[in-house]
């Protein structure tokens, strides 16, 4: 199984990225993805879950209305459409899925919002 993020980078607030996670190694539309995220100093938290289909989106509080998750079965990819940036939401990001009873992650894809 290999999950590669990219899509990161440096914005200003209110600016917007768009993060891409590409999975192979197992059949991916068979199974829920999710966006994690994890500041300095902070533990992983989880920002976004979207189930096998494409539906039931779910997010973190501090996300919901600004970040859109979403996927593309035909292209093994999962995304996270990020808008109105705040610097609070600088962190390394990660994808990650759970086929079977293994838990696999992403190396991450730095975000860096400032003010």
């Known amino acids: 199984v290999q999950l590669v993020e990219s899509g990161g980078g440096s914005v200003e607030s209110g600016g917007s990225l768009r993060l891409s996670c590409a999975a192979s190694?197992?059949?991916?539309?068979?199974?829920?993805m999710r966006w994690y995220r994890q500041a300095p100093g902070k533990e992983r938290e989880l920002v976004a879950t979207i189930n096998s289909r494409g539906g039931s989106p779910n997010y973190a509080d501090s996300v919901k209305g600004r970040f859109t998750i979403s996927r593309d079965n035909a292209k093994n990819t999962v995304y996270l459409e990020m808008n109105s940036l705040k610097p609070e939401d600088t962190a390394i990001y990660y994808c990650?899925?759970?086929?079977?009873?293994?838990?696999?992650w992403g190396q991450g894809t730095q975000v860096t919002v400032s003010s």
């Open positions: 990650q899925t759970s086929p079977g009873l293994i838990t696999y």
């Open positions: 190694g197992f059949t991916f539309r068979l199974y829920t």
